[in-house]
């Protein structure tokens, strides 16, 4: 898995010349900083007396933080495998109708396809905003500005998985196909930047 290494050796291959990792997977990444970050703070907050009445519910957000953490993870490398057969679809000779026509099914199949995975990016992450959101409320307010910095770098992570939709949907000749996708997404984006301006409102009102 990419985030098996050491974090200098993945941005070593995300700056490299190959296409993968890219900005979906990039973006996974950043969604799993997200989660981790919330994670903290629910240690932070776990076992203290002053947030004792909510102790339960953060021990549940730790815990489906670290499954989303492990979903963005995996996603990391679902989103490179989703692009090599669409990376394999550009090099298909073009030179007869019967090639061209085999190009273009080939090439709608893999665009669709290589949309899934961040779409799935931006499914995982838009789960773990709405646990952030419950951080900010009931979690230590020692560590509520680390709420603030995750929900920036989720929303961040989410609108930049949708580039990586949108790109692939464009050439696609479904357009019923491509504007679900399209939609589906948008959705996430316009619900995410709610959730991330009444999160990133509400730790400023308590830090400053």
Do not use: W
């Not at 995750?150 to 790109?167: H, K, M, V, Y």
Request: charged share 30%; aromatic share 4%.
């Amino acid at each position: 898995m990419m985030l098996e290494k050491r974090t200098t050796e993945f941005l070593a291959e995300l700056s490299s010349a190959s296409p993968v990792p890219g900005g979906g997977g990039a973006s996974a990444a950043v969604g799993a900083f997200a989660s981790a970050l919330g994670m903290m703070v629910a240690n932070l907050t776990i076992g203290k007396k002053k947030y004792a009445e909510y102790e339960e519910e953060i021990l549940a957000a730790r815990s489906e933080l670290a499954r989303l953490q492990d979903e963005l993870v995996r996603l990391t490398d679902e989103d490179a495998k989703a692009f090599e057969p669409l990376s394999r679809a550009y090099g298909l000779p073009k030179d007869t109708e019967e090639q061209r026509a085999e190009k273009e099914r080939v090439m709608e199949q893999a665009l669709y396809e290589a949309s899934l995975a961040p779409l799935q990016i931006m499914e995982t992450i838009a789960k773990a905003a709405d646990i952030l959101e419950v951080l900010e409320k009931k979690g230590s307010r020692l560590a509520v500005s680390d709420v603030g910095v995750g929900i920036l770098f989720a929303q961040a992570a989410l609108e930049g998985a949708s580039l990586n939709i949108f790109i692939n949907t464009k050439m696609m000749k479904n357009r019923e196909r491509a504007e679900e996708l399209n939609a589906r997404a948008e959705t996430l984006i316009d619900g995410g930047r709610r959730k991330k301006e009444a999160i990133y409102g509400a730790v400023l009102e308590k830090i400053k």
